[in-house]
Every structure is written in C-alpha cells, then in structure tokens.
C-alpha cells in the first residue's frame, strides 16, 4: 500500500517537487494524486505537507517530525565497492562516485555529492547491496 493525499490537499507542489521517485502528480492549487505502482513509502511528501494531507501506509496521517533535522545517508567508504547502484537509483541525483584520490587509485565509493538536495528517503541504503549505507540523523558524515 503506498501514500495517500487526502481532500485537506492546498495543491502547494510541494510533495511532487520532493519526492525522490516521481510518484506525485498535479498541478498548483489543485489536489494532487499519489501514483501507488511508483510509491516507495519513503514518507518524504508527508514531512514536507505543510497541511497535514498525506497518509501514511497504515492510513495515519503523515506527522512531519519535532526535529528539524533530516535522516542522511551515511556510507562506509571500505564497505562501498563503487557499484553505483546508489547513484541510479537517487531520484534527486544526491549520489556520486568519488574521484580517485591519484592517478592510479581504484580505491572509488560513493560520496553524498549534494546533501542540501537530499531528501533523506533511504531508498540508497535499502537498494545497496553491500550494506555500506546506513541512514543517520542530522549531517551527513
């Protein structure tokens, strides 16, 4: 089951501009629509609804959290093995592969290149699979 906007819905954009796998549609000040096959259950559009518009999965509201901090992706550079997996599969293009360190160096993993685009969906760490991405609060580290 994925996410739900609701009537409460003001059609202020932001859900379908932060969503990191384009599963929201719509147009300004009209509701928008939640593609269920394309949903992840991230909860990304429920922490940005300013309305309180959007259900979770269970069908609660989607609570945006106390903290003004947003989960990041944290990644163990001796774990990584460069895959780049990751990297497609960032809907925000948060992701990239390291530049070696010198000429030579195949010692490459992937780096949060853009941290104030990430969206903090974790969909990096369930897809990685190595395990070398664990999601943590606050920056990036």
């Keep these: 089951m994925s996410y739900l906007v609701t009537e409460a819905c003001t059609g202020c954009t932001l859900c379908g501009k932060n969503c990191p796998v384009n599963a929201i549609t719509g147009v300004f000040r009209q509701r928008h629509v939640i593609n269920p096959t394309r949903c992840v259950n991230c909860g990304v559009c429920g922490n940005v609804c300013p309305s309180s518009a959007i259900l979770d999965f269970i069908g609660q509201v989607a609570i945006k959290p106390d903290k003004p901090e947003k989960f990041k992706p944290v990644i163990d550079a001796a774990a990584c093995s460069a895959c780049s997996i990751c990297v497609n599969a960032c809907g925000k293009d948060c992701l990239a592969i390291s530049q070696p360190a010198a000429r030579g ?4 993993f992937a780096i ?12 990096c760490a369930d897809i990685c699979p190595l395990r070398a991405i664990t999601m943590r609060e606050g920056r990036a580290s």
């Design 105 to 108: 160096d195949i010692n490459v």
């Design 112 to 123: 949060l290149s853009n941290e104030k685009k990430c969206v903090g969906c974790g969909i």
